[in-house]
Nanobody
Framework: QVQLVQSGGGLVQAGDSVRLSCAASGHTFSQYAIGWFRRAPGQDQDLVGVISADGNTLYYEPSVKGRFTIFRDNAKNTAYLQMDNVRPEDTAVYYC?????????????????WGQGTQVTVSS
């Protein structure tokens, strides 16, 4: 079992930067790929990006590529979503997820373990 606790987020202005953290309990964090998902108001949950267990493979959804960066520190059992140059359309609740499967792309399937979600609101 892995428990994921998220922090960060809040209200920011367009063009700002914000970092989300996803801290895991347990001793198996380094075995899991970590996916970041988001759900905008009235929309389905979408994949934002994925980082492999060893941190060497990354995928970003096209609308965030070049602006968002996913990284992890397995020694600290923590994954991060660095969001730069945010836009109003990035407004959503963001979730981290562990133990996903599948190709690192649109076919990536979420895993069993979810963070509690954190709201990011970008004002124009």
């Amino acid at each position: 079992q892995v428990q994921l606790v998220q922090s960060g987020g809040g209200l920011v202005q367009a063009g700002d930067s914000v970092r989300l953290s996803c801290a895991a309990s347990g001793h198996t964090f380094s075995q899991y790929a970590i996916g970041w998902f988001r759900r905008a108001p009235g929309q389905d949950q979408d994949l934002v990006g994925v980082i492999s267990a060893d941190g060497n493979t990354l995928y970003y959804e096209p609308s965030v590529k070049g602006r968002f960066t996913i990284f992890r520190d397995n020694a600290k059992n923590t994954a991060y979503l660095q969001m730069d140059n945010v836009r109003p359309e990035d407004t959503a609740v963001y979730y981290c997820n562990a133990d996903g499967k599948g190709p690192y792309g649109n076919g990536y399937l979420h895993g069993r373990f979810w963070g509690q979600g954190t709201q990011v609101t970008v004002s124009s």
